[in-house]
């Protein structure tokens, strides 16, 4: 089965047609990149899977359960839909991080307020987090005192650290510098190897040569490819 199931999803901005019939299975344990022009509608794509943006008709489901709606056309409740959000880690262009709190009380603030973990069991976990991004030395800086690339280290730590079953990235790398673009990319590569669904919004197409699974170019709207990295950038 697939971990997120996107049936015949439109979404309207106003009179503007932003998705129009978009169709597309995530695989388990595999990476799929979504490319394709800026304002193509890669961006409300991702954001319908966790339903920050409402999808006017078609169905997402995450490991089959109905994102969103109880059933077609009728919202589901905000608790309902906080708790399956629980399951989705997403990072985002910008870090968002407290400026007041070390790395390891922003990876740990989560786990405390969402999870109930105690805050030594929470610091424990976030030091954990910290370590499989490389940042075992830098748990106690705050994030101005840290690069861009490991600012968004630290929010991908933050983001792994509550076990997510799907992680979705929203051009992760956007924001850097190109030299710190590598050491983020790297931190993905081994989440990805590890077997982590991950689907990432990118303009990186290395990464998307060499490390997705599966990639789905999209265009004003339509998702008008789907296939294999091969199949999409050394089609004959
Ligand atoms: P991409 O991620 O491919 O760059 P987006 O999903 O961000 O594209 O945007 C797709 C289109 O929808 C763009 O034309 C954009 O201007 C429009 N759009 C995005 N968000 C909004 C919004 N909140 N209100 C109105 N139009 C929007
Ligand atoms: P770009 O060409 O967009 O600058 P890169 O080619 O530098 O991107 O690669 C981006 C990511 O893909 C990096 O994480 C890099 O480790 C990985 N990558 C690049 N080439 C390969 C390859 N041949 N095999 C595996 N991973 C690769």
Redesign the pocket.
Known sequence: ASAVEIRKVNKYYGPFHALKDVDLSIPPGKVTCLIGPSGSGKSTLLRCINFLEEYDSGEIRIDGQLIGYETPGRKMSGRKLREMRRSIGMVFQQFNLWPHMTAKENVAEGLIRVRGLSKAEAETRAAEALTKVGLADKMENHPSRMSGGQQQRVAIARAIAMEPRLMLFDEPTSALDPEL??EV??V??TLASEGMTMVVVTH????A???ADQVAFMEKGELVAVDSPQGIFHAP
């Open positions: 673009v590598g990319l790297n993905m590569k990186e197409m290395g990464f040569a060499h490390v």
